[in-house]
Protein backbone atom coordinates (compact mmCIF):
# COMPACT_ATOMS: atom_id res chain seq x y z
CA UNK A 1 0.00 0.00 0.00
CA UNK A 2 2.56 2.44 1.07
CA UNK A 3 4.72 1.63 -2.36
CA UNK A 4 1.91 2.29 -4.23
CA UNK A 5 1.24 5.63 -2.79
CA UNK A 6 4.36 6.66 -3.13
CA UNK A 7 4.27 5.45 -6.89
CA UNK A 8 1.23 7.38 -7.20
CA UNK A 9 2.86 10.93 -5.76
CA UNK A 10 5.33 10.45 -7.59
CA UNK A 11 3.48 10.40 -11.30
CA UNK A 12 1.72 13.41 -9.63
CA UNK A 13 4.33 15.25 -8.88
CA UNK A 14 6.00 14.39 -12.29
CA UNK A 15 2.46 15.68 -14.36
CA UNK A 16 2.48 18.97 -11.98
CA UNK A 17 6.30 19.49 -12.80
CA UNK A 18 5.64 19.07 -16.42
CA UNK A 19 2.49 21.34 -16.61
CA UNK A 20 3.86 23.93 -14.53
CA UNK A 21 7.61 24.32 -16.33
CA UNK A 22 6.26 23.62 -19.53
CA UNK A 23 2.44 23.72 -19.88
CA UNK A 24 2.19 20.33 -20.90
CA UNK A 25 1.19 17.28 -19.75
CA UNK A 26 2.57 13.51 -21.10
CA UNK A 27 1.36 11.58 -17.82
CA UNK A 28 -2.19 10.69 -17.38
CA UNK A 29 -4.08 13.19 -15.56
CA UNK A 30 -8.16 13.45 -14.32
CA UNK A 31 -9.55 15.89 -16.38
CA UNK A 32 -11.33 17.46 -13.86
CA UNK A 33 -7.64 18.45 -12.66
CA UNK A 34 -6.04 19.20 -15.67
CA UNK A 35 -9.21 21.45 -16.41
CA UNK A 36 -8.57 23.13 -12.91
CA UNK A 37 -5.01 23.37 -13.37
CA UNK A 38 -5.84 25.98 -16.63
CA UNK A 39 -8.35 27.61 -14.53
CA UNK A 40 -5.27 28.24 -11.98
CA UNK A 41 -3.35 29.60 -14.60
CA UNK A 42 -5.10 31.94 -16.38
CA UNK A 43 -6.24 33.50 -13.21
CA UNK A 44 -2.60 33.43 -12.47
CA UNK A 45 -2.50 31.96 -9.43
CA UNK A 46 1.31 31.26 -8.13
CA UNK A 47 1.95 27.78 -7.69
CA UNK A 48 4.40 29.35 -4.66
CA UNK A 49 1.10 31.25 -3.12
CA UNK A 50 2.30 30.90 0.53
CA UNK A 51 -1.03 30.67 2.18
CA UNK A 52 -4.78 31.52 1.14
CA UNK A 53 -6.20 34.73 1.04
CA UNK A 54 -8.81 35.72 4.15
CA UNK A 55 -12.29 38.12 3.98
CA UNK A 56 -12.87 40.77 6.03
CA UNK A 57 -13.70 38.48 9.61
CA UNK A 58 -17.29 40.81 10.17
CA UNK A 59 -18.51 39.79 6.84
CA UNK A 60 -17.81 36.00 7.22
CA UNK A 61 -19.00 35.66 10.75
CA UNK A 62 -22.21 37.76 8.77
CA UNK A 63 -22.62 35.02 6.19
CA UNK A 64 -22.18 32.10 9.09
CA UNK A 65 -24.03 33.31 11.83
CA UNK A 66 -27.93 32.49 13.04
CA UNK A 67 -27.73 30.39 9.19
CA UNK A 68 -29.50 26.60 9.29
CA UNK A 69 -25.98 25.83 8.06
CA UNK A 70 -24.58 26.76 11.33
CA UNK A 71 -26.99 25.41 13.29
CA UNK A 72 -26.78 22.12 11.19
CA UNK A 73 -22.46 21.96 11.77
CA UNK A 74 -23.12 22.88 15.77
CA UNK A 75 -25.86 20.28 16.29
CA UNK A 76 -23.61 17.85 14.83
CA UNK A 77 -20.39 19.19 15.66
CA UNK A 78 -19.16 16.52 18.07
CA UNK A 79 -19.41 14.07 15.74
CA UNK A 80 -17.15 16.20 13.30
CA UNK A 81 -14.91 16.84 15.95
CA UNK A 82 -14.43 12.69 16.96
CA UNK A 83 -13.79 11.75 12.93
CA UNK A 84 -11.13 14.78 12.72
CA UNK A 85 -9.46 13.48 15.91
CA UNK A 86 -9.55 9.63 15.26
CA UNK A 87 -7.95 10.51 11.79
CA UNK A 88 -5.86 13.09 12.71
CA UNK A 89 -7.21 15.44 9.93
CA UNK A 90 -8.79 19.11 9.08
CA UNK A 91 -12.20 19.08 8.48
CA UNK A 92 -13.75 22.46 6.97
CA UNK A 93 -17.14 23.58 5.94
CA UNK A 94 -17.59 26.43 3.50
CA UNK A 95 -20.23 28.79 1.71
CA UNK A 96 -21.13 28.18 -1.84
CA UNK A 97 -18.30 30.47 -2.75
CA UNK A 98 -15.51 28.05 -0.87
CA UNK A 99 -14.67 30.75 1.60
CA UNK A 100 -14.74 28.36 4.86
CA UNK A 101 -17.19 28.98 7.92
CA UNK A 102 -15.89 26.87 10.17
CA UNK A 103 -12.57 24.60 10.76
CA UNK A 104 -11.87 21.66 13.04
CA UNK A 105 -8.18 19.86 12.98
CA UNK A 106 -6.41 17.01 15.09
CA UNK A 107 -3.40 17.56 16.67
CA UNK A 108 -0.91 17.53 13.76
CA UNK A 109 -3.21 18.69 10.75
CA UNK A 110 -4.24 21.77 13.21
CA UNK A 111 -0.80 23.11 12.82
CA UNK A 112 -0.43 22.52 8.87
CA UNK A 113 -4.07 23.61 8.66
CA UNK A 114 -3.21 27.22 10.24
CA UNK A 115 0.27 27.65 8.22
CA UNK A 116 -1.61 27.58 5.12
CA UNK A 117 -5.17 29.60 6.36
CA UNK A 118 -7.17 26.88 6.11
CA UNK A 119 -9.26 28.40 8.73
CA UNK A 120 -12.58 30.24 8.97
CA UNK A 121 -12.40 33.43 6.46
CA UNK A 122 -9.92 31.87 3.93
CA UNK A 123 -11.06 31.79 0.16
CA UNK A 124 -10.50 28.08 -1.50
CA UNK A 125 -12.13 28.57 -4.67
CA UNK A 126 -9.37 28.06 -7.48
CA UNK A 127 -8.75 31.04 -8.59
CA UNK A 128 -7.60 31.90 -4.81
CA UNK A 129 -5.12 29.09 -4.24
CA UNK A 130 -5.89 26.80 -7.05
CA UNK A 131 -6.84 23.41 -8.05
CA UNK A 132 -8.14 21.73 -4.46
CA UNK A 133 -11.23 19.49 -3.78
CA UNK A 134 -13.22 22.09 -2.27
CA UNK A 135 -13.57 24.23 -5.07
CA UNK A 136 -13.75 20.93 -7.47
CA UNK A 137 -16.76 19.36 -4.83
CA UNK A 138 -18.25 22.96 -5.56
CA UNK A 139 -17.83 23.27 -9.17
CA UNK A 140 -19.22 20.01 -9.84
CA UNK A 141 -22.01 19.59 -7.30
CA UNK A 142 -19.84 16.34 -6.86
CA UNK A 143 -17.66 14.15 -4.13
CA UNK A 144 -14.25 14.94 -5.07
CA UNK A 145 -10.35 13.68 -4.68
CA UNK A 146 -6.77 15.78 -4.65
CA UNK A 147 -4.30 13.87 -4.10
CA UNK A 148 -0.87 15.71 -3.31
CA UNK A 149 0.36 17.32 -6.15
CA UNK A 150 -2.92 17.15 -7.97
CA UNK A 151 -3.05 20.43 -5.87
CA UNK A 152 -2.00 23.61 -8.02
CA UNK A 153 -0.15 25.50 -5.32
CA UNK A 154 3.02 23.88 -3.68
CA UNK A 155 2.31 24.63 0.03
CA UNK A 156 -0.94 22.01 -0.28
CA UNK A 157 1.19 19.57 -2.38
CA UNK A 158 1.79 17.01 0.54
CA UNK A 159 -1.99 16.53 1.21
CA UNK A 160 -4.85 14.72 -0.03
CA UNK A 161 -8.22 16.17 0.61
CA UNK A 162 -11.71 14.61 0.14
CA UNK A 163 -14.75 16.95 -0.08
CA UNK A 164 -18.19 16.64 -0.76
CA UNK A 165 -21.17 19.49 -1.41
CA UNK A 166 -23.65 20.00 1.38
CA UNK A 167 -27.43 21.27 0.26
CA UNK A 168 -30.23 22.46 1.74
CA UNK A 169 -32.67 19.37 1.93
CA UNK A 170 -35.80 21.88 1.14
CA UNK A 171 -34.77 23.59 -1.46
CA UNK A 172 -31.79 21.47 -2.83
CA UNK A 173 -29.41 24.18 -3.54
CA UNK A 174 -26.43 24.20 -2.58
CA UNK A 175 -25.09 25.69 0.94
CA UNK A 176 -21.19 24.85 0.51
CA UNK A 177 -19.10 21.68 1.17
CA UNK A 178 -17.30 19.46 3.42
CA UNK A 179 -13.59 18.62 3.18
CA UNK A 180 -11.64 16.41 4.63
CA UNK A 181 -7.82 17.08 4.39
CA UNK A 182 -5.10 15.05 5.76
CA UNK A 183 -0.97 14.22 4.40
CA UNK A 184 -0.72 12.27 1.54
CA UNK A 185 0.90 9.79 3.15
CA UNK A 186 -2.50 8.73 5.05
CA UNK A 187 -4.69 8.41 1.98
CA UNK A 188 -7.27 5.10 2.50
CA UNK A 189 -10.00 4.24 0.09
CA UNK A 190 -12.68 5.42 2.34
CA UNK A 191 -11.99 9.05 2.23
CA UNK A 192 -14.21 9.88 -0.39
CA UNK A 193 -17.20 7.85 1.07
CA UNK A 194 -16.56 9.42 5.07
CA UNK A 195 -16.81 12.68 3.32
CA UNK A 196 -20.16 12.36 2.05
CA UNK A 197 -21.28 10.50 5.01
CA UNK A 198 -20.28 13.80 7.00
CA UNK A 199 -21.71 16.22 4.59
CA UNK A 200 -25.00 14.09 4.58
CA UNK A 201 -24.77 14.23 8.57
CA UNK A 202 -24.86 18.15 7.68
CA UNK A 203 -27.83 17.72 5.60
CA UNK A 204 -29.77 15.77 8.09
CA UNK A 205 -29.50 18.28 10.81
CA UNK A 206 -30.13 21.42 8.69
CA UNK A 207 -33.50 22.86 9.94
CA UNK A 208 -36.41 23.69 7.25
CA UNK A 209 -35.73 26.17 5.60
CA UNK A 210 -38.36 27.50 2.98
CA UNK A 211 -37.96 31.06 3.76
CA UNK A 212 -33.91 31.55 2.50
CA UNK A 213 -34.24 34.56 0.76
CA UNK A 214 -32.35 32.93 -2.23
CA UNK A 215 -34.84 30.05 -2.38
CA UNK A 216 -36.93 30.05 -5.39
CA UNK A 217 -39.79 27.41 -6.21
CA UNK A 218 -39.66 25.44 -9.61
CA UNK A 219 -43.37 24.46 -9.40
CA UNK A 220 -46.63 26.54 -8.58
CA UNK A 221 -48.25 23.23 -6.85
CA UNK A 222 -49.26 23.70 -3.25
CA UNK A 223 -48.49 20.76 -0.30
CA UNK A 224 -46.68 18.08 -0.89
CA UNK A 225 -46.05 16.50 -4.63
CA UNK A 226 -44.30 13.21 -4.79
CA UNK A 227 -43.48 11.35 -7.87
CA UNK A 228 -42.46 7.73 -7.41
CA UNK A 229 -42.94 5.96 -10.85
CA UNK A 230 -39.84 5.45 -12.58
CA UNK A 231 -37.80 8.37 -10.49
CA UNK A 232 -38.41 9.28 -7.40
CA UNK A 233 -38.43 13.47 -6.87
CA UNK A 234 -40.29 15.11 -4.02
CA UNK A 235 -41.32 18.79 -4.07
CA UNK A 236 -43.10 20.56 -0.61
CA UNK A 237 -44.83 23.95 -2.20
CA UNK A 238 -42.98 23.84 -5.34
CA UNK A 239 -39.45 23.16 -3.70
CA UNK A 240 -37.32 20.09 -3.73
CA UNK A 241 -37.04 17.79 -0.69
CA UNK A 242 -33.43 15.96 -0.64
CA UNK A 243 -34.52 12.72 1.03
CA UNK A 244 -32.48 9.55 0.81
CA UNK A 245 -34.54 6.34 0.13
CA UNK A 246 -35.96 5.07 3.60
CA UNK A 247 -37.20 8.61 3.93
CA UNK A 248 -39.04 8.60 0.66
CA UNK A 249 -40.66 5.15 1.35
CA UNK A 250 -41.79 6.43 4.45
CA UNK A 251 -43.03 9.81 3.30
CA UNK A 252 -44.84 8.10 0.16
CA UNK A 253 -46.82 5.92 2.65
CA UNK A 254 -48.14 8.61 4.36
CA UNK A 255 -49.18 10.65 1.46
CA UNK A 256 -51.05 7.35 0.26
CA UNK A 257 -52.46 7.14 3.66
CA UNK A 258 -53.92 10.32 4.20
CA UNK A 259 -56.15 8.42 7.22
CA UNK A 260 -52.63 8.17 9.38
CA UNK A 261 -50.76 4.85 10.23
CA UNK A 262 -49.71 3.92 13.73
CA UNK A 263 -46.24 3.34 14.41
CA UNK A 264 -46.78 -0.41 14.03
CA UNK A 265 -48.34 -0.40 10.80
CA UNK A 266 -45.78 2.19 9.32
CA UNK A 267 -43.01 -0.09 10.37
CA UNK A 268 -44.32 -3.21 9.32
CA UNK A 269 -45.43 -1.45 5.53
CA UNK A 270 -41.48 0.08 5.40
CA UNK A 271 -39.28 -2.99 6.94
CA UNK A 272 -41.85 -5.62 6.88
CA UNK A 273 -39.84 -9.02 8.64
CA UNK A 274 -36.37 -6.67 9.04
CA UNK A 275 -34.83 -6.58 12.12
CA UNK A 276 -35.12 -2.76 12.22
CA UNK A 277 -35.97 -0.49 15.87
CA UNK A 278 -38.79 1.15 16.30
CA UNK A 279 -36.26 4.01 17.33
CA UNK A 280 -34.90 3.85 13.71
CA UNK A 281 -38.25 4.61 11.95
CA UNK A 282 -38.95 7.58 14.34
CA UNK A 283 -35.70 8.98 13.60
CA UNK A 284 -36.69 8.99 9.81
CA UNK A 285 -39.96 10.45 10.54
CA UNK A 286 -38.05 12.99 12.81
CA UNK A 287 -36.07 14.13 9.98
CA UNK A 288 -39.42 14.48 7.66
CA UNK A 289 -41.15 16.12 10.09
CA UNK A 290 -38.52 18.67 10.33
CA UNK A 291 -38.17 19.25 6.27
CA UNK A 292 -41.86 19.44 5.99
CA UNK A 293 -42.09 22.22 8.55
CA UNK A 294 -43.59 20.29 11.70
CA UNK A 295 -46.55 19.57 9.10
CA UNK A 296 -46.43 15.65 10.29
CA UNK A 297 -48.50 14.72 13.29
CA UNK A 298 -47.72 11.42 15.58
CA UNK A 299 -50.67 9.02 17.35
CA UNK A 300 -51.40 8.18 14.07
CA UNK A 301 -48.71 9.71 11.96
CA UNK A 302 -50.39 11.51 9.18
CA UNK A 303 -49.24 14.57 6.74
CA UNK A 304 -51.46 17.82 7.82
CA UNK A 305 -51.04 19.29 4.36
CA UNK A 306 -52.66 18.24 0.79
CA UNK A 307 -50.92 15.52 -0.74
CA UNK A 308 -50.37 13.81 -4.02
CA UNK A 309 -48.82 11.32 -5.49
CA UNK A 310 -48.68 10.23 -9.34
CA UNK A 311 -49.22 6.72 -8.26
CA UNK A 312 -52.94 7.92 -7.03
CA UNK A 313 -53.20 10.02 -10.31
CA UNK A 314 -52.98 7.19 -12.78
CA UNK A 315 -55.12 5.14 -10.78
CA UNK A 316 -57.75 7.42 -10.99
CA UNK A 317 -57.02 8.03 -15.14
CA UNK A 318 -57.51 4.25 -14.85
CA UNK A 319 -60.48 3.70 -13.11
CA UNK A 320 -62.06 6.64 -14.88
CA UNK A 321 -61.57 4.84 -18.77
CA UNK A 322 -58.40 7.37 -19.54
CA UNK A 323 -56.10 4.40 -20.92
CA UNK A 324 -53.64 6.60 -23.10
CA UNK A 325 -53.57 9.30 -20.17
CA UNK A 326 -52.46 6.87 -17.88
CA UNK A 327 -49.71 5.32 -20.00
CA UNK A 328 -48.53 8.88 -20.35
CA UNK A 329 -48.56 9.53 -16.66
CA UNK A 330 -46.63 6.16 -16.05
CA UNK A 331 -43.39 7.06 -15.99
CA UNK A 332 -42.25 3.35 -14.47
CA UNK A 333 -42.04 0.97 -11.70
CA UNK A 334 -42.90 2.45 -8.18
CA UNK A 335 -39.67 3.32 -6.73
CA UNK A 336 -37.28 0.20 -8.10
CA UNK A 337 -35.48 -1.61 -5.60
CA UNK A 338 -37.98 -0.74 -3.15
CA UNK A 339 -36.97 -2.62 0.09
CA UNK A 340 -40.75 -2.01 1.53
CA UNK A 341 -43.70 -5.00 1.02
CA UNK A 342 -45.97 -2.37 0.86
CA UNK A 343 -44.67 -0.09 -1.86
CA UNK A 344 -43.27 -3.53 -3.63
CA UNK A 345 -47.25 -5.01 -3.43
CA UNK A 346 -48.35 -1.39 -5.00
CA UNK A 347 -46.12 -1.41 -7.32
CA UNK A 348 -47.32 -4.76 -9.10
CA UNK A 349 -50.57 -3.70 -8.50
CA UNK A 350 -50.02 -0.34 -10.70
CA UNK A 351 -48.55 -2.27 -13.31
CA UNK A 352 -51.12 -4.68 -13.65
CA UNK A 353 -53.77 -2.91 -13.16
CA UNK A 354 -51.81 -0.65 -16.34
CA UNK A 355 -52.38 -3.47 -18.16
CA UNK A 356 -54.98 -5.09 -17.53
CA UNK A 357 -56.36 -1.48 -18.53
CA UNK A 358 -54.34 -1.73 -22.36
CA UNK A 359 -55.59 -5.07 -22.71
CA UNK A 360 -59.73 -4.29 -22.24
CA UNK A 361 -58.74 -1.10 -24.17
CA UNK A 362 -55.59 -1.58 -26.19
CA UNK A 363 -55.76 2.01 -27.96
CA UNK A 364 -53.03 1.65 -30.64
CA UNK A 365 -51.28 4.95 -29.56
CA UNK A 366 -50.79 3.79 -26.05
CA UNK A 367 -49.98 0.33 -26.59
CA UNK A 368 -47.23 1.81 -28.86
CA UNK A 369 -45.60 3.96 -26.20
CA UNK A 370 -46.31 0.92 -23.43
CA UNK A 371 -44.37 -1.17 -25.86
CA UNK A 372 -41.72 1.04 -26.81
CA UNK A 373 -40.82 2.47 -23.48
CA UNK A 374 -42.43 0.51 -20.81
CA UNK A 375 -42.53 -3.04 -21.78
CA UNK A 376 -40.69 -3.98 -24.62
CA UNK A 377 -41.46 -7.98 -24.59
CA UNK A 378 -45.27 -7.79 -23.49
CA UNK A 379 -46.55 -9.33 -26.63
CA UNK A 380 -49.59 -10.00 -25.17
CA UNK A 381 -50.92 -6.34 -25.10
CA UNK A 382 -49.46 -6.17 -28.63
CA UNK A 383 -51.53 -8.73 -29.69
CA UNK A 384 -54.30 -7.83 -28.28
CA UNK A 385 -54.34 -4.64 -30.33
CA UNK A 386 -53.70 -6.11 -33.12
CA UNK A 387 -56.56 -8.39 -32.78
CA UNK A 388 -58.99 -5.42 -32.79
CA UNK A 389 -57.90 -3.59 -35.61
CA UNK A 390 -59.00 -3.47 -39.13
CA UNK A 391 -56.23 -3.14 -42.20
CA UNK A 392 -55.52 -1.04 -44.02
CA UNK A 393 -55.44 0.87 -40.26
CA UNK A 394 -51.84 2.52 -39.88
CA UNK A 395 -50.99 1.10 -36.47
CA UNK A 396 -50.76 -2.31 -38.06
CA UNK A 397 -47.01 -2.09 -39.33
CA UNK A 398 -45.97 -0.67 -36.44
CA UNK A 399 -47.45 -2.95 -34.05
CA UNK A 400 -45.93 -5.94 -35.80
CA UNK A 401 -42.43 -4.36 -35.99
CA UNK A 402 -42.87 -4.34 -31.91
CA UNK A 403 -43.96 -7.86 -32.18
CA UNK A 404 -41.19 -8.93 -34.25
CA UNK A 405 -38.25 -6.78 -32.00
CA UNK A 406 -39.84 -8.36 -28.91
Not at 269 to 282: E, H, I, N, P, R
Request: proline share 6%.
Amino acid sequence: MADDLHTRRMEAVCAWTMFTEHGDVTAEVRPEILLSWGRSVKARVSTEVAAAPMTDESETDAVWRDTPLQAAVESVESELRRTAEDGDLVIAVTDADTRILWTYGGRVMRNKAEQVHFVAGARWDDESMGTNALDLANRLDAPSMVFSAEHYARIVGNWVCWAAPVHDPVTGRRLGVLDLSTTWDRTHPIGLATARVMARLIENAIPYSVSHPTAQPETADPGLVMTLLGTAETRLDGYRLLLNRRQTEVLALLALHPEGLSLEQLHAMVYGDQAVTFSTLKAEVSHLRRALGGQLASRPYRLLMPAATDVQHVLALIRGGHVSEAVDAYGGDLLPGTNSPALSELADYVAVALREALLADPQPDAVLRYSEELAPYDREVVDACLRRLVPPHPAIPLLKARLAIG
